[in-house]
């Protein structure tokens, strides 16, 4: 009998926590601005989004997304958790605009599996993200997403 209720009290704390869980979701699901991707980083004027590549997903965040400094930081989730890290980090933000330069990104290090880069973004308009990230077994994981950085 005491098992029985352990079981009923442990199946209504997980409900009440999917209930909650689900109100929050539903309450902070705001679409307006450049702030939308799966997690949510950075300012009201960033751009986050998650990409997968050799099954490795990437948390990427690009805040603010308009002209100007601009941070732009990564945070990799490979298979079997953070204890296969990513090793290294490059990228670049090509514009669509022929007549701007490529932005190459030098990122460094800001923990396991956490890199950022700081620069500046010359122009709006649309620009493409790049990340070439070194998983530890030296295997390339390529990562490409458009984003749109305002005046």
């Known amino acids: 009998m005491r098992t029985l209720n352990v079981l009923r009290r442990a199946a209504l704390t997980a409900s009440m926590a999917l209930a909650i869980g689900v109100g929050l979701t539903a309450c902070g699901s705001e679409t307006a601005g450049p702030k939308q991707g799966v997690h949510d980083h950075g300012g009201k004027d960033a751009f986050n989004v998650s990409l997968v590549a050799e099954e490795v997903i990437a948390d990427v965040t690009v805040d603010p997304a308009r002209v100007g400094t601009v941070l732009v930081h990564a945070e990799f989730a490979p298979p079997g958790g953070k204890l296969q890290p990513v090793v290294s980090l490059t990228g670049n933000l090509v514009p669509s605009d022929a007549s701007l330069s490529t932005i190459v990104l030098w990122f460094e290090n800001s923990g396991t599996n956490h890199f950022h880069y700081e620069f500046e973004v010359p122009a709006p308009g649309e620009w493409t993200l790049e990340l070439d990230a070194v998983l530890?077994?030296?295997?390339?994981?390529?990562?490409?997403?458009?984003?749109?950085?305002?005046?």
Do not use: S
């Open 136 to 151: 530890k077994d030296g295997t390339p994981a390529l990562y490409t997403t458009p984003v749109t950085i305002a005046p």
